[in-house]
């Protein structure tokens, strides 16, 4: 397994703070963004609305069409695959993870500090954010400006 797997499956979501007895009723362990399912990771990271109108928005920017698996596990290994190079598999494991660990923080800044979000926002802080760990981890090795990083079609244009 996985150090990703065994996190997410230890973050202190509402399901997981249930089953602990930490929280106690059906209508405390609700995701509190949309009020509808149970907040699991698979919930958190997939199947929310608000996340998934950002897997949306990120398939727009990496211009390559994704399935929308039910669970978070097959969702990885469906990105993760989506490239048949390399690098740009190390591309996808930087966004996948980029996207979840801020999807995590949205999720408790809103949970603790009642911020809520946009999607919109929260892609472009995605971008910016895999801009800055290329800069740094050299993921892909050209030069791209931040404008045309964030532009649609990424992969593409880079590959
Ligand atoms: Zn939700």
């Known amino acids: 397994m996985t150090t990703w797997r065994m996190m997410l499956n230890r973050l202190p979501t509402r399901d997981n703070l249930k089953k602990k007895r930490i929280l106690t009723t059906e ?3 609700k995701c509190n963004e949309c009020g509808m399912g149970e907040e699991s990771s698979n919930h958190l990271f997939l199947l929310c609305p608000k996340i998934e109108e ?3 928005e990120i398939q727009r920017w990496l211009g390559i069409p994704l399935a929308q698996p039910n669970h978070i596990e097959r969702h990885y290994d469906m990105f993760i695959n989506l490239g048949n190079k390399k690098k740009i598999r ?3 494991l930087a966004i996948w993870v980029g996207t979840i660990w801020m999807r995590w923080k949205k999720r408790n800044e809103k949970c603790f500090e009642g911020k809520d979000w946009e999607c919109k926002n929260l892609v472009l802080e995605i971008k910016i954010k895999l801009w800055c760990w290329n800069r740094i981890f050299k ?3 050209e030069e791209i400006d931040l ?3 964030c532009s649609n079609d990424i992969i593409c244009k880079i590959f």
């Open 90 to 92: 190390t591309l996808l």
């Open 54 to 56: 950002v897997w949306n």
């Open 139 to 141: 993921i892909v090795e």
């Open 27 to 29: 209508e405390e362990s």
């Open 147 to 149: 404008d045309s990083w």
